[in-house]
């Protein structure tokens, strides 16, 4: 069975950078034709797919957090991780990530974190 776990901080300041990762059991994150998401949900923007990486280390990422968005991944821990520059209170929500076999496909998820953007 395929799991994934968020992990970070609950709490960042603005300007700072959000890094979250995600450890994932049951699988491996080079399995081929495997996509591994982040995706956000708040409560004035909805659901919102960030970005992903694929089992080739090949990164996605929406145009709109392109200029300060980036996911990474350590092969070695099976966990990737996304990194989100700059951030404001608008980027308060709950995180999630997620695999599936498209990157716009989920089919396991993580069961989200609450990072809260605030001084």
């Known amino acids: 069975q395929v799991q994934l776990q968020e992990s970070g901080p609950g709490l960042v300041k603005p300007s700072q950078t959000l890094s979250l990762s995600c450890t994932v059991s049951?699988?491996?994150?080079?399995?081929?034709?495997?996509?591994w998401t982040w995706i956000r949900h708040s409560p004035g923007k909805g659901l919102e797919w960030m970005g992903a990486?694929?089992?080739?280390?090949?990164?996605y990422v929406v145009p709109s957090l392109k200029s300060r968005t980036s996911i990474s991944r350590d092969t070695s821990k099976n966990q990737f991780t996304l990194h989100l520059n700059s951030v404001t209170p608008e980027d308060t929500a709950v995180y999630y990530c997620?695999?599936?076999?498209?990157?716009?496909?989920?089919?396991?998820w993580g069961q989200g974190t609450l990072v809260t953007v605030s001084s």
């Open positions: 997620a695999r599936g076999p498209r990157r716009t496909t989920q089919e396991y």
């Open positions: 049951g699988d491996s994150i080079t399995t081929n034709s495997s996509y």
């Open positions: 990486i694929a089992y080739s280390g090949k990164t």
